[in-house]
């Protein structure tokens, strides 16, 4: 199964209304998670069954969709968001999407 | 407090190998499946292996299949990756990462800090 992911970059400022989507290439119900990255750690994660927030993230990410579209939102970008996020399905093997990174306009 | 440590990466000639351990403690490790991720420099995630709770499910991305193996050790909450056959191209940080199922989909929810493994000549 491969994902999709668009855009590969954005740029924003804090507070802008982020979002990203994901794409499966054939229908993967809702196992699909979210992490985070920063440059040189490990990732960290946002999201599980495609709309679950993992406990300690902030309510401001939420994520939604089933199937093959799949979408995470960040409602009012902070500082520490800027980051690169990526997508992941675990239906069949797992498979990481390339990946989104989120600069400072 | 959960943790995964790995160890083992280094400088490799290519057509070499390498072996990766990964320890854990803070949870009962026997309860969780556990995956191997790389993140080449400058590049993004790539998962390569999966092992279930007691290794009775396996699996390796084409990119790896053939030259690496995944196992685990339960009674000394670890787990392992050999790697043979090494290329350029497996240059890489390598992640051993815990994955979790809840009621409708598993998610990794603890990763290590990763071990660096450079492949050259």
């Known amino acids: 199964i491969q994902l999709t992911q668009s855009p590969s970059s954005l740029s924003a400022s804090v507070g802008d209304r982020v979002t990203i989507a994901c794409r499966a290439s054939?229908?993967?119900?809702?196992?699909l998670a979210w992490y985070q990255q920063n440059p040189g750690k490990a990732p960290k994660l946002l999201i599980y069954g495609a709309s679950t927030l993992q406990s300690g993230v902030p309510s401001r990410f939420s994520g939604s969709g089933s199937g093959t579209d799949f979408t995470l939102t960040i409602s009012s970008l902070q500082p520490e968001d800027f980051a690169t996020y990526y997508c992941q399905q675990l239906n069949s093997y797992r498979t990481f999407g390339p990946g989104t990174k989120v600069d400072i306009k | 407090e959960v943790q995964v440590v790995e160890s083992g990466g280094g400088l490799v000639q290519p057509g070499g190998s390498l072996r990766l351990s990964c320890a854990a403690s803070g949870f009962i490790f026997s309860n969780y499946g556990i995956n191997w991720v790389r993140q080449a420099p400058g590049k993004g995630l790539e998962w390569i292996s999966y092992?279930?709770?007691?290794?009775?499910?396996?699996n390796h991305a084409d990119s790896v299949k053939g030259r690496f193996t995944i196992a685990r050790d339960n009674a000394k909450n670890s787990l392992y990756l050999q790697m043979n056959s090494l290329r350029d191209e497996d240059t890489a940080v390598y992640y051993c990462?815990?994955?979790?199922?809840?009621?409708?989909?598993?998610?990794?929810?603890?990763w290590g800090q990763g071990t660096l493994v450079t492949v050259s000549s």
């Open positions: 990462a815990r994955e979790d199922c809840g009621s409708t989909s598993c998610f990794i929810d603890y």
């Open positions: 054939q229908g993967i119900g809702s196992s």
């Open positions: 092992i279930s709770t007691y290794g009775s499910t396996i």
